[in-house]
């Protein structure tokens, strides 16, 4: 039987010798190192074991001896971490490769390589001199045992890609303990050299940078190797992610947990693009003009000429609180899917505050803390793109949601057959407990619902509906408690008791529920009530409310590489919140992290303050104004702390204590928008009361007759809400307005 397999190996392509009980050959094979044994040769052999010459046939084998750890629990997880790190960065690996157990507990890995070398010693652990790790290659040989002969697969040993093999050796070699200092080098620059004419700014760019300008608050360099640099991604428990030729200085990764593609080489200019625009090289390069690089620059047509006017735009959503790279996302989708910053931004808001949740607060001053909790309340008709432009910015959470939801249903199923089993019936099951609900996403849920959702997940629980509408009606639902003194608590982080006559009362220590959704103005508008405006209700809502119209369809499209970037950058940000920063007492409460402010960024709260209460004085201010105001002394903190959390999920966000002056900058700014978003709406709401009555009021006349009186009243009138309530075009007003001053 041996021999049979043994003619098959010849058959195919392999180079066989009989070998001693001692592992070596039995008798001269230095022949048999470019030539094979025929099948009638093999039948003439009877040996004790036999042997596979490696770099005939382009076989090159990786010896993996273990017997150099002292026990079989050492060989097993040193074995475990090598082979793992294999699959892990080699793509397909299990089918790339033959793995086979030797005798003494090691391993065989099996290729064939067009970069067959000789045998080399690759790795050796400290205190010992036999090798750990060593390849068979040109003049070499492995044994094929007994076992191994019967396992006809050494048939399909499989050509590997140059690149593959290198990674192979590189991982190899990481286990070499003469290596295991961790290098710490400044790489020189490259000299800048002119080049006649002109120079593009990336040529620029790559002369005077090195790749590790770039990616050094990225990566580490743990090994330093005569052609190149081994690094490895911060906080990963990979062995290493890639590496940085020394010649060319070109950063290859194998690692997918960055932003940076994997397999794919990077120049320190495609490394800018890629870390700070996402991989708009566009962008990046007329960044790069701004700030020196290059002879070129961008041309005078695509400046605004003098002569034409350019039309103001109403305050928008100051994306530049996020970080470049998630600002960049929220323009391509808004380039590409004709999403709305506002929105968008505004989600990004709702979302960090939903990972954040309980996990941190920050404190202004003793006694005075602000959980990040926020309102957020889309504003614009219905038609508009208010819940794709949301979709855009939630959808990684969303998915990890419905997985949780799944997963607790799948759990629920298994715990409901084994409750309705008999005791005896029980005895052969092991016990399962009742699952907990993970759910952190609630959309259509009624309030007791939630309660008891938020009870099981007491971090956060955030509320995201389409319409908003039907969550403000419902706010005095029961005569016998208060809705509305429910979620006014929530959003001071005050315990919380729902109680029913229905059912027995729930209780919520500290609250955290984040809202978004979305409504219409005048919708919205119906809400501002006296009652509401008195209890302030309305004054804790964020609203953005941009001016909108539909955009025609364009053909520009956004790739999937920038889509599962956000994504896996959003549930990476979770996760992180979830695993790395929650803390909890023995009793199971989170303990929050609690940040405070730097000394300057507590001189600029001290400064944003007393200007928020100077206009609060003000006599100039309307009482609208003066009611939501002081809201903004809570909210602005609880920016800071989201925008300052958010900007550091690419560094450790477990060592964050500080608020910096930069984020409470930020913080104000947002404030500003908020407040500019507030006063729209109220002067949209009292104007189109005005045009409503204008036009109720005179029934009789023409459109054109009650423009005339509207427009005398107040010329700077909404003309696109006019229009609207008139029933007639936008241009139709405007040629009213034009015969208007040929009449003057």
């Known amino acids: 039987m041996k021999k049979t397999h043994l003619q098959l190996l010849s058959s195919v392509g392999y180079s066989v010798i009989p070998c001693k009980e001692d592992k070596r050959p039995d008798g001269a094979w230095k022949q048999f190192q470019t030539t094979a044994r025929t099948s009638e040769q093999i039948e003439s052999l009877n040996a004790p074991l036999y042997g596979l010459i490696t770099g005939f046939n382009f076989l090159e084998v990786m010896d993996i001896d273990l017997k150099v750890l002292s026990t079989a629990k050492e060989q097993l997880e040193w074995w475990s971490e090598f082979l793992s790190f294999l699959q892990d960065n080699i793509l397909d690996f299990n089918d790339k490769f033959i793995i086979k157990k030797t005798k003494n507990n090691g391993y065989h890995i099996l290729y064939k390589s067009k970069r067959v070398e000789g045998n080399q010693k690759i790795a050796s652990l400290k205190g010992h001199t036999e090798a750990i790790i060593e390849t068979r290659g040109n003049?070499?040989?492995?044994?094929?045992?007994?076992?191994?002969?019967?396992?006809?697969d050494y048939q399909n040993i499989q050509f590997i890609s140059d690149n593959d093999r290198e990674i192979l050796f590189t991982i190899a070699k990481t286990y070499n303990y003469i290596d295991t200092e961790i290098v710490k080098i400044e790489p020189t620059k490259k000299e800048y050299k002119q080049v006649d004419g002109e120079i593009t700014a990336w040529d620029d760019f790559n002369n005077k940078n090195t790749v590790w300008d770039i990616v050094s608050e990225d990566f580490t360099i743990i090994r330093n190797l005569s052609d190149k640099y081994i690094i490895k991604r911060h906080n990963s428990e990979s062995v290493h992610s890639g590496y940085i030729y020394k010649d060319k200085d070109l950063m290859f990764l194998f690692s997918t947990g960055t932003i940076y593609e994997s397999e794919k080489q990077y120049s320190s200019f495609s490394a800018y693009a890629c870390k700070y625009f996402n991989s708009d090289y566009s962008a990046a390069s007329k960044q790069a003009y701004i700030d020196g690089y290059g002879t070129r620059r961008i041309k005078k047509e695509q400046e605004p000429k003098e002569n034409i006017q350019i039309e103001t735009k109403d305050l928008e959503f100051p994306i530049d609180i996020f970080p470049k790279t998630v600002q960049t996302y929220i323009s391509e989708c808004s380039t590409t899917l004709n999403s709305n910053v506002d929105y968008m931004g505004s989600s990004l808001l709702w979302l960090t505050s939903l990972c954040i949740g309980n996990a941190m607060k920050i404190?202004?001053?003793?006694?005075?803390?602000e959980s990040a909790v926020v309102w957020l309340a889309v504003v614009g008709k219905?038609?508009?793109?208010?819940?794709?432009?949301?979709s855009n910015i939630i959808f990684p959470l969303e998915k990890q949601n419905n997985k949780e939801i799944s997963s607790y249903i799948k759990d629920y199923e298994k715990f409901?057959?084994?409750?309705?089993?008999?005791?005896?019936?029980?005895k052969d099951y092991p016990e399962i407990q009742k699952p907990v609900k993970k759910q952190f996403i609630a959309n259509d849920i009624t309030l007791e619902a939630l309660?008891?959702?938020?009870?099981?997940?007491?971090?956060?629980?955030g509320v995201f509906k389409d319409e908003l509408a039907g969550w403000f009606k419902d706010m005095n639902k029961?005569?016998?408690?208060?809705?509305?003194?429910?979620?006014?608590?929530?959003?001071?982080?005050?315990?919380?008791?729902?109680?029913?006559?229905?059912?027995?009362g729930s209780f919520v220590s500290s609250p955290m529920i984040p809202i978004l959704g979305g409504i219409q103005p005048g919708i919205f508008n119906s809400f501002y009530t006296e009652e509401n405006k008195d209890n302030g209700f309305m004054d804790r809502m964020l609203l953005s409310y941009p001016d909108l119209k539909v955009e025609k369809y364009n053909d520009a499209e956004m790739s999937y590489d920038t889509i599962n970037w956000f994504s896996d950058k959003i549930v990476s940000f979770y996760e992180s919140i979830k695993n790395n920063v929650l803390r909890r007492n023995r009793d199971g409460s989170i303990e929050p992290i609690v940040l405070k402010f730097s000394p300057?960024?507590?001189t600029e709260w001290i400064r944003i303050f007393n200007e928020i209460t100077e206009t609060q004085n003000s006599d100039e201010e309307n009482e609208y104004m003066k009611s939501m105001l002081p809201k903004q002394k809570s909210y602005i903190p609880r920016f800071a702390l989201l925008i300052q959390v958010f900007s550091d999920t690419e560094t450790r966000v477990t060592e964050l204590d500080l608020i910096s002056k930069e984020c409470i900058l930020k913080a104000e700014q947002l404030s500003k928008y908020f407040i500019a978003m507030a006063k729209k709406i109220k002067i949209d709401s009292i104007e189109t009361s005005e045009i409503k009555n204008i036009i109720v009021n005179n029934k009789g006349k023409s459109t054109k007759e009650k423009f005339l009186i509207l427009y005398a009243q107040n010329p700077k009138l909404n003309k696109k809400e006019t229009s609207e309530q008139l029933g007639v075009s936008l241009t139709m007003i405007y040629k009213y307005i034009k015969q208007l001053e040929k009449n003057v």
């Open 478 to 504: 029961y005569k016998q408690g208060s809705d509305l003194e429910f979620w006014l608590s929530t959003w001071s982080g005050k315990s919380v008791n729902l109680n029913r006559i229905s059912r027995a």
């Open 363 to 369: 404190e202004v001053k003793k006694g005075w803390q």
């Open 139 to 152: 003049g070499g040989m492995v044994i094929a045992y007994d076992k191994h002969l019967g396992e006809l």
């Open 416 to 426: 409901e057959h084994y409750d309705n089993l008999t005791p005896k019936d029980k």
């Open 382 to 390: 219905a038609g508009i793109g208010k819940t794709p432009s949301i």
């Open 600 to 602: 300057e960024a507590k």
């Open 451 to 461: 309660v008891d959702l938020h009870q099981e997940n007491d971090n956060a629980v």
